[in-house]
């Protein structure tokens, strides 16, 4: 079973810094096969990139997305007063089907 | 523009069974190349998928539920349905439904239901 572990827990910036999550896999996945989703409250997840670097339509360039292997790293360049909220990681295995990160929660110092 | 709306009970009893539907509509359920998705979010907790179905009826469920859970597709209303036998008060979440692609180059959830919020109470 590949468990995704998140970190931090939570995030603590000010708008206009840098956010960097990060998503590492118990073992190694397909990069193709990573994405990642931003969750306000009350709210739908939204999904943000997926193929590992690929922003979904309507996602602004300040949000990208790298890794390879067991590890995958989501930066947002300069939070935006929006981009506070809870982001995931999610993975696909043939054998177990698809799974989520337990989240980072970017909050507002 | 893809919407995915889900319908069913708010409160179901111990032991009873769950059951969801989920309408598409601005798409069909039938089109090549999408699964469609259940997935739940305990309060205050991470996603947990459920399980997904494709147009043709082929299923994959999350190990961990494998054995309460089943899905279905109607193709003739474009919905899909959950179904969660015994359930107990570990089962109440926001249930949401989503449309997903996996293929050769990625795995995705591309549009999602605004969820439903299922409390299991007696």
């Not at chain 1, 739908?44 to 590992?52: C, K, S, T, V």
């Not at chain 2, 193709?75 to 439904?97: E, I, P, R």
Request: with cysteine; hydrophobic share 30%; glycine share 10%.
């Amino acid at each position: 079973e590949i468990v995704l572990t998140q970190s931090p827990g939570t995030l603590s910036l000010s708008p206009g810094e840098r956010a960097t999550l990060s998503c590492r896999a118990s073992q190694s996945v397909s990069s193709n096969y990573l994405a990642w989703y931003q969750q306000k409250p009350g709210q739908a997840p939204r999904l943000l990139i997926y193929g590992a670097s690929t922003r979904a339509i309507g996602i602004p360039d300040r949000f990208s997305a790298s890794g390879s292997g067991t590890d995958s790293t989501l930066t947002i360049t300069r939070l935006e007063p929006e981009d506070f909220a809870v982001y995931y990681c999610q993975q696909y295995d043939s054998s177990q089907g698809l799974s989520f990160g337990g989240g980072t929660k970017v909050e507002i110092k | 523009q893809v919407q995915l709306l889900e319908s069913g009970p708010g409160l179901v009893k111990p032991s009873e069974t769950l059951s969801l539907t989920c309408t598409v509509s601005g798409g069909t359920v039938t089109t090549g190349g999408y699964y469609w998705s259940y997935i739940r979010q305990h309060p205050g907790k991470g996603l947990e998928w459920i399980g997904y179905i494709y147009s043709y009826g082929g299923t994959h469920y999350n190990p961990s539920l494998k054995s309460r859970v089943t899905i279905s597709v109607d193709t003739s209303k474009n919905q899909f349905s959950l179904k969660l036998t015994s359930v107990t008060v570990a089962d109440t979440a926001v249930y949401y439904c989503a449309r997903t692609i996996i293929s050769g180059t990625s795995s995705l959830l591309d549009y999602w239901g605004q969820g439903t919020l299922v409390t299991v109470s007696s």
